[in-house]
């Protein structure tokens, strides 16, 4: 058994999570975040990926347009989750 915990993510992409619901879907912006989309191609917010010592989380997220910077919805273990926080908020 290993020691080692999940500190940070390494710089690879990862591939787009799959979605179990076809209401929205996801478009990569970066390596580790993706556009979450509903079919009108309205921006809901953003997924990011995140590194936690108990493995890989799933960080729902809003562009606040005056700041530039993230708002952070939540923080999940399930990638519908976060987009249902999205959804919902």
């Not at 390596?31 to 989380?57: C, F, I, K, M, N």
Request: glycine share 4%.
């Amino acid at each position: 058994m290993s020691d080692n915990l999940i500190t940070a993510l390494p710089d690879v992409p990862y591939a787009t999570p799959r979605l179990s619901s076809s209401r929205e879907h996801l478009v990569r912006a970066a390596d580790h975040l993706w556009r979450v989309q509903d079919r009108r191609e309205h921006v809901l917010g953003h997924l990011r990926l995140t590194a936690d010592p108990l493995g890989l989380r799933y960080r729902a997220e809003r562009l606040h347009l005056a700041t530039g910077s993230f708002r952070v919805v939540g923080e999940f273990w399930n990638v519908d989750d976060a987009v249902a926080a999205l959804r919902h908020s």
